[in-house]
């Protein structure tokens, strides 16, 4: 059966919805990079000196690192001289004090790409952290989460106000040396979002951080860093958007994440950076490295993503389980259409004794896409009782499209359970013929199927950011099937 | 790829080696031709990622030369008890070197054409195979480099359109030192064989064996082969396994990994014509301090072929293993449809047990799954088999026994299933009990 | 030849009291089975029915926190499953697992012959050991792809059921616990366990049924009746009892109207 081709070519890409510029003043170095520029984006950001000392470090060993090849991807050589390493929004001196002082076509911004940022904010009971190409420029709710002691702020304020947490902690799951990208992020970061969560206390709010590439020529470097002390919860969400440009944009975060004693962090992320056209032109190079650390007994680390924008994707949010009892959890929905490419999974490394690990990959490919899932699941012999249990689905639209598995099973303990799946096929014509049969247009009849396979991971997201997946699903996919 | 071999790399201990070997001319060329890649592409390491679970660095220390022709009695061989396991047609070689004297035949030529490459070589006729046809950065293929640089004889099997000969069994004796066996199977179109080949040792001879074998099938042609590993406690089996199947045609390969200190076998499968079919299935079996690595490659290049991929591994003391396994459906290749199930059984506390089940699909007409699981015996079943009275011990042999199985009862020729069951259950405590359940 | 009378304890259970992952799932058990006896433990689901049973099998990761458990005078629970099993308790599995390339056969003759070791007798050999195993499976309307195949591979529901039936006419338990046997089944298939069942009922042998509905007792009638709630026996009756709970239900004895 053939899915009618003039309704479906009908459907042919439509324009990104969050590729436009905000023309405002803002305060951009010129590209290159050299210990200079780390030097003045310290003094800028008025760091501590061993912060400075941390970057350099970085910086040193960045130079001696070459960039990894190893996935299935190919781009053209990336000159990193040719990048900007910051680009702030010139405002007041000091930067924003309040939503009021915030440029308002900044916030008009935020309005257009949906940042629930005031009012709605408010409605939806969402802190959000903005970080608008590398500056951090609003943090909303400060003062209720402050009253329950949680620390939510932008990294470079955490830099000032908590040295002694951001010491402590920072480089502590991603070391500088960790790989190409993170060393470079280690090196350069700018902003980012902090968060301290203090022993027993549960989060009275989802935290969020909308993330936005604004500026032409310049690359994203943020630094995210979460650490939730003894017996304490947070649920944090991240969202991201960037405006069409027929350039590369270079995007290399660095998430880290802590959890200590009986913790729990649940992470989920919308991904929607600018994919690039239909001829593989522009859109953002998706460099990112995310870990957590379940540290203590019974701690539980959950990365939740929708993944839908973004030329290129090289991620794998990963969790190393020392505590014993502790669980780490990958739930991602990874789509690909037109030229992009993702190549996305996830780490599991069981070290302390009867820990969990649950993985649930769904990725589509389309139009003349590369999607790639990457795992490695890795029992210690510490490890006694360790668990993991693995599903990784493709679903295929479109005979020029690849879909590829490569998951790793290392098992170094004869106490270890490890479970594995993985189905690829096509959509179910079958299904696809029902709902049109049923009198469901194709685009509709698609999104159905699509939603169906990739509930399992929604249904791990919160219930504001489930809606948004599941209407950038759609948009992703328009114009798919043929 | 470094470029430069370093100074400790076992293959510069070989190269004087060279010069002595049979053949003139276009073999003497090839030979170099083939040295020189092998020599620029360096010995794999557990850094290039299809041998990131194989470390081949025992290798240094061991003697690698060709061994001297070391011609055995029929007396000598009978003491190998799996030598005589299948077969009608039945053709010895002795460290990779043809034994004319304890051959059988039972064929005539219209049904089954024999030869050895040392034949091929004297009479100065073209190599009747292609030693290294496919990746040309040879990073998959340094096994058949190394081993058609040194081969100096093996079998070479044709079986002409239609025929359908009797099994044929190759009995690979290894007595100590290098061997370079190098096989080629034919299958014209049509016709059909059962091959058996034996990999045994000559008491606990310290043997390197690198083979490579060359199998094409042709359209509606259908090849079982079955293989029996069971090599000594210090023998190392190497082997590079290349299958073109054709239209139609059929494949099967059923592994019993049972012996040697070390074992790794890459298959690699190519499915260059419309509906052919192949299924693969091996037991891995690593206990003591054994290694027992597989790595799979099966290309799906044409329309409605099909492929099924079943291991099972058992780690049990301080063994090792692992399953590499990867599927690629080409660009074209609708209607594919592929299984792979691999699940490995640690039951030794210090056993260690990797597996990549990979996929990668350039097609949207497909179907293909891969499970793959890595753990203990189920306690379930366990439970249910101490309620019955049986004591732990049994139950533990008897569950492991029932996991390899599924693989054994594939084998399709009787009397190298019988060898390699017997094999597996010497292995096991509380053999006797599980012999009566086999018998 | 067993030495066991009609009206020997089989089995006493004092103040069993267990943990099954951390959560209380017996607690303060009592009960008392005589030879020749049948008797059922009816309760609702989740009550401890399924947990009674294994743990009287000797499950190992099911944790006993207090009580003790007596069969004929030996302490039960210092018995790992094997031994019990040898000793004449057989225990008919709720959800009878799969064994693929275990055969059936071959497992119930080691079970047999186990059991006969410890009992000092002779070993039967396979002929005669078939013949035992035809002559059941007829009474248990089993077809002889029985013999061949793995132990419960494949099987439906009911023949699974079938089965623990078989091994329990075989092995001829003193202590026969049939945990939910009946459930799953379909008339004919009930009345055909049913009738295993009580061929089987004899003065040197007790049985327990674990049963959710009293549907099995009408085929199957046994001697005393307990309801099994919140870890313990909460009313113990004959025959009536069944037929009183099945029309006022479990929360009729859980409120307490029924208070013995």
């Known amino acids: ?482 | 790829m470094s470029a430069s071999p370093r100074p400790s790399d076992p293959l510069e201990r070989l190269r004087p080696l060279l010069a002595e070997l049979p053949g003139g001319g276009a073999w003497r060329s090839q030979r170099e031709q083939l040295w020189n890649r092998l020599l620029a592409a360096g010995l794999p390491t557990t850094r290039d990622e299809p041998w990131k679970y194989a470390n081949l660095r025992l290798l240094a220390r061991r003697d690698l030369a060709p061994a001297a022709p070391r011609p055995i009695t029929p007396e000598a061989l009978a003491a190998a008890p799996d030598a005589a396991a299948g077969g009608a047609t039945r053709l010895i070689f002795v460290d990779g070197r043809y034994q004319a004297g304890l051959a059988q035949r039972l064929a005539p030529p219209s049904s089954l054409q024999l030869s050895t490459f040392a034949a091929v070589v004297e009479a100065g006729e073209p190599d009747p195979g292609t030693p290294l046809a496919g990746d040309p950065d040879l990073v998959d293929e340094r096994l058949r480099a190394w081993n058609g640089a040194f081969a100096v004889d093996g079998p070479v099997i044709r079986v002409p359109a239609r025929a359908t000969p009797p099994a044929v069994h190759v009995v690979h004796l290894a007595t100590g030192g290098g061997a370079y066996p190098r096989t080629r199977i034919a299958l014209e179109p049509g016709a059909q064989l059962e091959l058996v080949e034996t990999h045994l040792t000559l008491g606990a001879a310290e043997a390197t064996v690198v083979a490579a074998t060359e199998v094409e099938v042709g359209a509606g042609a259908e090849l079982t082969h079955t293989v029996l590993q069971v090599l000594g406690e210090r023998a190392v089996l190497l082997e590079d396994l290349a299958v073109e199947v054709g239209a139609g045609g059929h494949y099967r390969h059923r592994l019993a990994a049972l012996g040697g200190q070390f074992a790794r076998l890459d298959l690699r499968v190519r499915l260059a014509a419309a509906g052919a079919a192949v299924e693969l299935a091996g037991l891995l079996f690593a206990d003591g301090q054994r290694e027992q690595h597989v790595r799979t490659l099966v290309t799906h290049a044409a329309p409605r072929t099909s492929s099924d991929q079943l291991y099972r591994g058992v780690g049990a003391g301080r063994g090792r293993g692992s399953y590499d396994g990867k599927v690629v459906v080409g660009v074209g290749a609708a209607g594919t449809e592929s299984r792979q199930s691999s699940r490995h059984l640690l039951i030794g506390r210090e056993a260690a047990f990797d597996s990549r089940p990979q996929l990668e699909i350039n097609a949207d007409d497909v179907k293909c799954s891969h499970g793959a699981t890595t753990g203990t015996l189920d306690p379930q079943m366990l439970f249910y088999l101490l309620s019955r009275g049986i004591d732990a011990e049994t139950a533990r042999a008897l569950l492991t026994y029932a996991f390899l199985g599924e693989v054994l009862r594939r084998f399709s020729v009787e009397p190298v299933r019988r060898a390699a069951e017997q094999r597996v259950l010497g292995r096991l405590p509380s053999a006797e009990l599980l012999r009566e359940f086999v018998a | 030849m067993s030495g066991i009378h009609k009206g020997d304890p089989i089995l006493e259970v004092r103040g069993l009291t267990v943990d099954v992952q951390g959560r209380r799932i017996l607690d303060g058990l009592d009960l008392t089975v005589r030879a020749g006896e049948v008797h059922a433990i009816m309760g609702p689901n989740g009550a401890g029915k399924s947990t009674l049973s294994q743990v009287l099998a000797g499950r190992p990761d099911y944790e006993v926190k207090a009580g003790s458990v007596r069969y004929r005078g030996e302490d039960l629970l210092a018995l790992p499953a094997e031994e019990r099993a040898r000793r004449g308790l057989f225990l008919g599995f709720q959800y009878p697992v799969e064994i693929p390339g275990v055969n059936n056969v071959y497992l119930l003759k080691a079970a047999l012959n186990a059991r006969r070791r410890q009992r000092g007798e002779s070993e039967v050999d396979a002929f005669e050991f078939l013949a035992l195993v035809r002559d059941k499976m007829k009474l248990m309307q089993m077809d002889e792809s029985f013999l061949s195949r793995g132990v419960n591979e494949g099987f439906s529901g009911g023949e699974k059921k079938r089965n623990e039936i078989l091994q329990m006419s075989v092995l001829e338990p003193t202590l026969a616990i049939l945990d939910e046997t009946d459930s799953g089944l379909d008339i004919d298939a009930l009345k055909v366990v049913a009738q295993g069942v009580n061929s089987l009922r004899r003065d040197d042998r007790a049985i327990v049924l674990v049963t959710h509905y009293q549907r099995l007792l009408d085929y199957i009638v046994p001697d005393q009746v307990h309801v099994l709630a919140g870890g313990r026996i909460l009313k113990s009756g004959d025959r009536s009892l069944a037929l009183e709970l099945e029309r006022r239900g479990y929360d009729w004895v859980r409120e307490g109207g029924a208070a013995a």
């Open chain 1, 1 to 482: 059966m053939a899915t009618p081709p003039n309704q479906l070519d009908d459907l042919v890409s439509q324009q990104y919805r969050h590729g436009f510029v905000t023309d405002i003043d803002a305060d951009t170095l010129p590209p290159g990079l050299d210990e200079d520029v780390i030097r003045l984006i310290s003094r800028k950001k008025q760091e501590p000196s061993f912060l400075l000392e941390w970057r350099l470090k970085a910086f040193r060993h960045w130079l001696t690192m070459r960039e990894p090849h190893w996935a299935h991807v190919r781009y053209a050589p990336i000159d990193y001289q040719a990048i900007s390493y910051f680009s702030a929004p010139k405002t007041n001196k000091d930067g924003p004090k309040s939503l009021d002082e915030v440029d308002p076509k900044l916030l008009a911004t935020y309005d257009k790409l949906g940042v629930p940022l005031h009012e709605r904010a408010r409605l939806a009971g969402v802190a959000v952290d903005a970080v608008f190409d590398s500056v951090s420029v609003a943090t909303t709710f400060k003062a209720r989460l402050a009253e329950a002691g949680v620390i939510f702020c932008p990294f470079s304020d955490a830099v000032r106000e908590h040295p002694e947490l951001v010491e402590r902690y920072l480089g502590s799951v991603v070391p500088t040396t960790d790989n190409f990208y993170a060393a470079l992020n280690s090196a350069v970061f700018s902003d980012g979002s902090f968060v301290y969560v203090p022993k027993g206390v549960r989060s009275p709010m989802e935290l969020s951080t909308y993330f936005r590439i604004n500026e032409a020529k310049t690359g994203q470097f943020e630094r995210t860093l979460i650490v939730a002390d003894e017996g304490s919860y947070v649920s944090y969400l991240e969202g991201c958007s960037a405006p069409q440009r027929d350039e590369n944009q270079l995007h290399a975060a660095v998430v880290e994440l802590v959890a200590l004693d009986d913790a729990q962090i649940k992470y989920s992320t919308v991904q929607n950076w600018y994919p690039g056209d239909e001829n593989g032109v522009g859109g953002i190079y998706n460099f990112v490295t995310k870990r957590g650390e379940c540290r203590g007994r019974n701690s539980r680390i959950s990365w939740t993503q929708v993944e839908t924008g973004s030329a290129i994707t090289w991620k794998y949010p990963s969790c190393v389980l020392l505590g014993d009892h502790s669980v780490g959890e990958f739930y991602s929905v990874a789509v690909a259409n037109h030229r992009q490419q993702a190549d996305t999974g996830t780490k599991m490394i069981h070290v302390g004794r009867n820990t969990r690990s649950t993985i649930v990959s769904k990725g589509i490919s389309a139009g003349r896409a590369q999607n790639t899932y990457r795992g490695l699941v890795k029992v210690l012999p510490s490890a006694d009782g360790a668990r993991n249990y693995t599903q990784c689905d493709s679903l295929l639209m479109g005979s020029e499209c690849g879909a590829h598995t490569y998951p790793y099973v290392e098992v170094k303990n004869p106490t270890a359970t490890l479970e594995h799946e993985a189905t690829t096929s096509k959509i179910g014509e079958d299904q696809l013929f029902y709902c049109l049969q049923r009198g469901l247009s194709a685009e509709d009849a698609i999104n159905m199927i699509v939603g169906g396979f990739c509930k399992s991971v929604f249904k791990e997201l919160p219930m504001e950011f489930a809606v948004e997946a599941q209407n950038l699903l759609a948009v992703s996919l328009e114009g798919a099937v043929g």
